[in-house]
Protein backbone atom coordinates (compact mmCIF):
# COMPACT_ATOMS: atom_id res chain seq x y z
CA UNK A 1 0.00 0.00 0.00
CA UNK A 2 1.57 2.95 -1.33
CA UNK A 3 -1.24 5.59 0.44
CA UNK A 4 -2.50 6.39 -3.27
CA UNK A 5 -5.75 4.91 -4.30
CA UNK A 6 -7.18 4.91 -7.27
CA UNK A 7 -10.75 3.38 -8.38
CA UNK A 8 -12.33 1.62 -10.08
CA UNK A 9 -9.21 -0.88 -10.11
CA UNK A 10 -11.20 -2.34 -13.58
CA UNK A 11 -13.55 -0.52 -16.28
CA UNK A 12 -15.01 -1.54 -19.30
CA UNK A 13 -16.69 0.96 -21.48
CA UNK A 14 -17.70 1.78 -25.26
CA UNK A 15 -17.14 4.36 -26.91
CA UNK A 16 -20.12 6.87 -26.72
CA UNK A 17 -19.92 6.80 -22.63
CA UNK A 18 -18.65 8.98 -19.73
CA UNK A 19 -16.87 7.34 -17.24
CA UNK A 20 -14.33 9.41 -14.83
CA UNK A 21 -11.13 7.66 -12.74
CA UNK A 22 -10.35 8.26 -9.63
CA UNK A 23 -7.27 9.06 -7.48
CA UNK A 24 -7.01 9.69 -4.10
CA UNK A 25 -3.70 10.24 -1.85
CA UNK A 26 -3.54 11.69 2.08
CA UNK A 27 0.51 11.79 1.90
CA UNK A 28 0.32 15.41 1.95
CA UNK A 29 1.78 15.44 -1.54
CA UNK A 30 1.06 18.57 -3.50
CA UNK A 31 1.83 17.09 -7.02
CA UNK A 32 -0.41 14.59 -8.83
CA UNK A 33 -0.11 13.07 -11.98
CA UNK A 34 -1.56 11.04 -14.54
CA UNK A 35 0.03 7.86 -16.61
CA UNK A 36 -0.65 6.13 -19.42
CA UNK A 37 0.88 2.23 -19.58
CA UNK A 38 0.15 0.39 -22.94
CA UNK A 39 1.82 -3.06 -23.86
CA UNK A 40 5.10 -3.08 -24.62
CA UNK A 41 5.41 0.97 -24.36
CA UNK A 42 6.78 2.83 -21.62
CA UNK A 43 4.61 4.35 -19.37
CA UNK A 44 3.86 7.97 -20.52
CA UNK A 45 2.82 11.08 -18.50
CA UNK A 46 -0.50 12.74 -19.37
CA UNK A 47 -0.82 16.10 -16.70
CA UNK A 48 0.76 17.32 -13.97
CA UNK A 49 -0.87 19.17 -11.72
CA UNK A 50 0.79 21.20 -8.70
CA UNK A 51 -1.06 22.96 -6.02
CA UNK A 52 -4.27 21.99 -7.67
CA UNK A 53 -3.00 23.83 -11.28
CA UNK A 54 -2.23 21.92 -13.85
CA UNK A 55 0.99 22.62 -14.83
CA UNK A 56 1.57 20.24 -17.68
CA UNK A 57 -0.01 18.52 -20.57
CA UNK A 58 1.69 15.93 -22.82
CA UNK A 59 -0.17 16.50 -25.90
CA UNK A 60 -3.48 14.50 -25.17
CA UNK A 61 -6.27 14.53 -26.60
CA UNK A 62 -9.11 16.54 -25.49
CA UNK A 63 -11.33 13.46 -25.04
CA UNK A 64 -8.95 12.65 -21.52
CA UNK A 65 -9.94 15.82 -19.41
CA UNK A 66 -8.32 16.31 -15.96
CA UNK A 67 -9.93 18.03 -12.93
CA UNK A 68 -7.81 18.67 -9.68
CA UNK A 69 -10.57 19.80 -7.05
CA UNK A 70 -7.96 19.69 -4.03
CA UNK A 71 -5.04 18.36 -3.31
CA UNK A 72 -6.03 15.09 -2.58
CA UNK A 73 -7.60 14.20 -5.48
CA UNK A 74 -7.22 13.85 -9.12
CA UNK A 75 -9.64 12.74 -11.26
CA UNK A 76 -9.18 11.38 -15.47
CA UNK A 77 -12.85 12.67 -16.91
CA UNK A 78 -13.15 10.08 -20.25
CA UNK A 79 -15.63 10.98 -23.10
CA UNK A 80 -15.78 8.92 -26.39
CA UNK A 81 -12.88 7.40 -26.33
CA UNK A 82 -10.84 5.20 -28.61
CA UNK A 83 -10.27 1.27 -28.37
CA UNK A 84 -6.20 2.34 -28.43
CA UNK A 85 -7.02 4.04 -25.02
CA UNK A 86 -7.44 1.21 -23.75
CA UNK A 87 -4.47 0.83 -20.92
CA UNK A 88 -3.70 1.07 -17.69
CA UNK A 89 -4.18 4.61 -16.15
CA UNK A 90 -1.69 4.98 -13.11
CA UNK A 91 -1.98 7.82 -11.00
CA UNK A 92 0.80 9.17 -8.68
CA UNK A 93 2.30 11.88 -6.64
CA UNK A 94 5.13 13.41 -5.33
CA UNK A 95 5.94 16.04 -2.39
CA UNK A 96 6.21 19.04 -5.11
CA UNK A 97 6.85 19.28 -8.24
CA UNK A 98 8.73 22.72 -8.31
CA UNK A 99 11.41 20.13 -5.47
CA UNK A 100 14.40 18.78 -6.84
CA UNK A 101 14.09 15.04 -7.33
CA UNK A 102 11.14 14.11 -4.81
CA UNK A 103 10.30 10.50 -4.75
CA UNK A 104 6.98 9.87 -6.98
CA UNK A 105 3.91 7.36 -4.96
CA UNK A 106 1.86 5.18 -7.20
CA UNK A 107 -1.22 3.92 -7.32
CA UNK A 108 -2.70 0.52 -8.55
CA UNK A 109 -3.90 1.57 -11.29
CA UNK A 110 -7.15 1.39 -13.47
CA UNK A 111 -7.27 -1.16 -15.74
CA UNK A 112 -9.31 0.52 -18.72
CA UNK A 113 -10.71 -1.51 -21.87
CA UNK A 114 -12.76 0.08 -24.32
CA UNK A 115 -15.45 -1.80 -26.58
CA UNK B 1 14.61 13.89 -25.10
CA UNK B 2 15.54 11.78 -22.91
CA UNK B 3 15.27 7.71 -23.62
CA UNK B 4 15.59 5.26 -20.87
CA UNK B 5 16.07 1.73 -22.29
CA UNK B 6 16.42 -1.58 -20.16
CA UNK B 7 17.83 -4.94 -20.68
CA UNK B 8 17.48 -7.48 -21.11
CA UNK B 9 13.57 -7.25 -22.10
CA UNK B 10 12.73 -10.43 -20.40
CA UNK B 11 14.92 -12.73 -17.65
CA UNK B 12 13.97 -16.11 -16.35
CA UNK B 13 16.43 -17.44 -13.86
CA UNK B 14 16.03 -20.84 -11.55
CA UNK B 15 15.14 -19.82 -7.70
CA UNK B 16 18.73 -18.95 -5.43
CA UNK B 17 20.67 -16.98 -9.08
CA UNK B 18 22.01 -13.77 -8.71
CA UNK B 19 20.83 -11.49 -11.16
CA UNK B 20 21.59 -7.90 -12.58
CA UNK B 21 19.18 -6.22 -14.64
CA UNK B 22 20.20 -2.94 -16.67
CA UNK B 23 18.92 0.62 -17.60
CA UNK B 24 20.94 2.63 -19.91
CA UNK B 25 20.04 6.59 -20.31
CA UNK B 26 20.83 8.93 -23.09
CA UNK B 27 20.76 12.50 -21.38
CA UNK B 28 23.21 12.26 -18.55
CA UNK B 29 21.83 15.90 -16.62
CA UNK B 30 19.31 14.08 -14.10
CA UNK B 31 18.82 14.69 -10.39
CA UNK B 32 18.08 11.14 -9.90
CA UNK B 33 17.12 7.16 -10.43
CA UNK B 34 14.58 5.27 -9.47
CA UNK B 35 13.86 1.40 -9.57
CA UNK B 36 10.09 0.02 -9.43
CA UNK B 37 8.71 -3.11 -9.25
CA UNK B 38 5.02 -3.83 -11.12
CA UNK B 39 3.02 -7.05 -11.07
CA UNK B 40 0.98 -7.92 -13.56
CA UNK B 41 -1.84 -5.48 -13.87
CA UNK B 42 -0.95 -3.64 -10.56
CA UNK B 43 0.79 -0.22 -9.64
CA UNK B 44 4.63 0.55 -9.10
CA UNK B 45 6.30 0.08 -6.01
CA UNK B 46 9.26 1.89 -5.42
CA UNK B 47 12.12 0.05 -4.67
CA UNK B 48 15.03 1.90 -4.84
CA UNK B 49 15.84 6.28 -5.12
CA UNK B 50 19.93 6.48 -6.15
CA UNK B 51 20.62 11.13 -6.13
CA UNK B 52 22.79 11.81 -9.07
CA UNK B 53 25.68 12.53 -6.44
CA UNK B 54 25.30 8.85 -5.12
CA UNK B 55 27.22 5.92 -6.53
CA UNK B 56 24.93 2.95 -5.41
CA UNK B 57 21.74 2.15 -2.55
CA UNK B 58 20.82 -0.86 -0.78
CA UNK B 59 18.18 -2.13 0.72
CA UNK B 60 17.90 -5.95 1.75
CA UNK B 61 18.79 -8.51 -1.40
CA UNK B 62 18.53 -5.59 -3.68
CA UNK B 63 21.56 -3.26 -4.98
CA UNK B 64 21.07 -0.31 -7.29
CA UNK B 65 24.40 1.31 -8.66
CA UNK B 66 24.69 4.69 -10.61
CA UNK B 67 27.20 5.77 -13.11
CA UNK B 68 25.46 9.20 -14.62
CA UNK B 69 28.46 10.09 -16.55
CA UNK B 70 28.02 6.92 -18.82
CA UNK B 71 24.48 6.58 -18.58
CA UNK B 72 23.96 3.58 -16.96
CA UNK B 73 22.24 2.13 -13.89
CA UNK B 74 22.30 -1.66 -12.45
CA UNK B 75 19.88 -3.56 -10.38
CA UNK B 76 21.39 -6.38 -8.47
CA UNK B 77 19.09 -9.14 -6.95
CA UNK B 78 21.12 -11.64 -4.55
CA UNK B 79 19.70 -14.95 -4.20
CA UNK B 80 16.57 -14.86 -6.22
CA UNK B 81 12.95 -16.10 -5.37
CA UNK B 82 10.18 -16.88 -7.06
CA UNK B 83 8.20 -14.07 -4.86
CA UNK B 84 10.55 -12.20 -7.03
CA UNK B 85 8.87 -12.60 -10.14
CA UNK B 86 7.54 -8.84 -11.70
CA UNK B 87 8.61 -6.28 -14.11
CA UNK B 88 11.01 -4.00 -12.83
CA UNK B 89 11.19 -0.35 -14.48
CA UNK B 90 14.23 1.75 -14.34
CA UNK B 91 12.84 5.86 -14.40
CA UNK B 92 15.03 8.97 -14.71
CA UNK B 93 14.22 12.42 -12.99
CA UNK B 94 15.69 15.35 -14.94
CA UNK B 95 14.43 19.15 -15.54
CA UNK B 96 12.15 20.31 -17.88
CA UNK B 97 13.36 23.00 -20.04
CA UNK B 98 9.70 24.90 -20.41
CA UNK B 99 8.20 25.72 -17.26
CA UNK B 100 10.46 24.44 -15.34
CA UNK B 101 9.86 21.39 -12.61
CA UNK B 102 10.71 17.71 -13.46
CA UNK B 103 10.03 14.87 -15.11
CA UNK B 104 10.18 10.96 -14.87
CA UNK B 105 11.15 9.18 -17.94
CA UNK B 106 10.46 5.39 -18.05
CA UNK B 107 12.07 2.27 -19.59
CA UNK B 108 9.83 -0.53 -21.07
CA UNK B 109 11.30 -2.93 -18.31
CA UNK B 110 12.79 -6.15 -17.51
CA UNK B 111 10.08 -8.50 -17.33
CA UNK B 112 11.40 -11.19 -14.73
CA UNK B 113 10.26 -14.83 -14.03
CA UNK B 114 12.23 -16.77 -10.98
CA UNK B 115 11.33 -20.90 -11.18
CA UNK B 116 11.84 -23.14 -8.76
Redesign the interface.
Known amino acids: E?G?T?TPRHLVMGMTNKKSLKCEQHLGHNAMYWYKQSA????E?MF?Y?LEER??NNSVPSRFSPECPNSSHLFLHLHTLQPEDSA?Y?C?SSQA??Q??????????T?LTVV | KQEVTQIPAALSVPEGENLVLNCSFTDSAIYNLQWFRQDPGKGLTSLLLIQSSQREQTSGRLNASLDKSSGRSTLYIAASQPGDSATYLCAVRGYILTGGGNKLTFGTGTQLKVEL
Open positions: TVQKKPLLVSVELLAYWVGPEAFFGQGR
